[in-house]
């Protein structure tokens, strides 16, 4: 629609003594001339996601496109409402340099589409709505691409993306019940959509209701079985019914399909260390590191295994690594603290969880640590008052008692520890069980058929 007229009027301009145009509006058309020949294309990238190269000789370069985007977006707030000043929000957002002008930009651009929308061309507006919710969705706006995707949806209710897409927003607000609903009208559309099954198992998953998760990423893979990461979640799903084996066959098929997917290679070193074949999980996060060094969670991961092995100087070493690339990583500083209190350096280890309180004060996990660091160097009253603060920060979490029960073993109350122990595993059985088969801190319970009993139910 414009390039053709912007073609003539730039023909006509060029004949000379033939003033068709005032001098500030040949300028600037010579300014954004570069749009209208190539940058068109690259209106819907953003620049730092797309490089320019040329099969045969050269042309403008990435800057000089910009250059002349950057001229004709500017224009954008000149614009009366309707549909030019629409897109043009929406690709100038592409270029803002913050986050918050993004937003300010894309909420303009919802503002716009509302006032488009018009139930008499319900296909048109329902897009409009959908695609400004998408864009909202990706600088996590989540909220504000519900109201989108309710919009759209209101115009024209048949559309399974709609659906889908607005599950997964509320999934990233924790909405995991009204997530599988959208997720379900979806389906009900559109029966073989595999995207709509993967994102209900997360939202299944996320709700510990393993099994119909699995069942979700089965009906996803029947129909597309090669999507790495519905057999990577499918695997995690398995792995949080201790059915570890399979876990590791869903991650196997992957990385068969990608083989530097690193959440799957982490994911097989925890299933791999959760059958106790350490040497393979430590091999499983060095696959991860190989790929990707600056990766975290399989470093802590790693350490956590090289605990497990006793070999506490190289976890803490690993454990640096992940502090070195994620200073405010939490997890790093409390199972570097765990590891420290192993080889009786008490003070740091105090001082490590000090640190991953600083940055996540609210969390039960980290007080619960602090507590079986505190038991460890023999300060029970202390330690039980700092696992008794795990549970009133969060009563349902198994963190507090499963501390509790560490306490009173290494002080020698066999009862209480059992007791501790045992309401831990009412809340979290896979992995208080897990932990406890292995942990030297029930070492003094082990012949104790309570705990041996409670060990069994694992298997059951």
Partial sequence: MVIIPFGAIAAEAAVENYPLLRTETEKFLQS??????????MLRAEPAKYEINYKNGTGPTKEEIEAALGNCLNQVDSLKDGLGKYAGLLYKSLRCRTLAQRVDLLLKAKEQAERIASATYPEFSSNLLLEVGNWLY???????????????????????VAWNNRGSSLGNLSGYQEAIASYDKALAIKDDFPEAWSNRG?????????????????????????????????????????????????????????????????N????????????????????????????????????GVLSKLGCYEEAIASYDKALKIKPDDADAWSMRGLALSRLGRYDEALANHDEALKLQQEFPLWWANQGIVLARAERYEEALASCDKAIELQPNDESGYYGKACCYALQGDSYMAIENLQQAINLNPHRCQREAKTNPDFDSLRADNRFQALMQEKTD
């Fill in 268 to 303: 097989r070193g925890n299933a791999l260390a959760d059958l106790g074949r350490y040497q393979e999980a430590i091999n499983s996060y060095d696959t991860a590191l190989a790929i990707k060094e600056d990766y975290p969670k399989a470093w802590i991961n790693r350490g």
């Fill in 138 to 160: 990706q600088v996590g706006r989540y909220e504000e691409a519900i109201d989108s995707y309710d919009k759209a949806l209101a115009i024209k209710d048949d559309d399974p």
């Fill in 32 to 41: 954004v001339k570069l749009v209208f020949l190539v940058g068109w294309v």
């Fill in 202 to 266: 997360i939202a299944l998953g996320n709700l510990s209701r393993y099994q119909e998760a699995i069942a979700s990423y089965d009906k996803a893979l029947a129909i597309k079985d090669d999507d790495p990461v519905a057999w990577n979640n499918r695997g995690s799903s398995l792995g949080n019914l201790s059915r570890y084996q399979e876990a590791i066959a869903s991650y196997d098929k992957a990385l068969a399909i990608k083989d530097d997917f690193l959440g799957a290679w982490n």
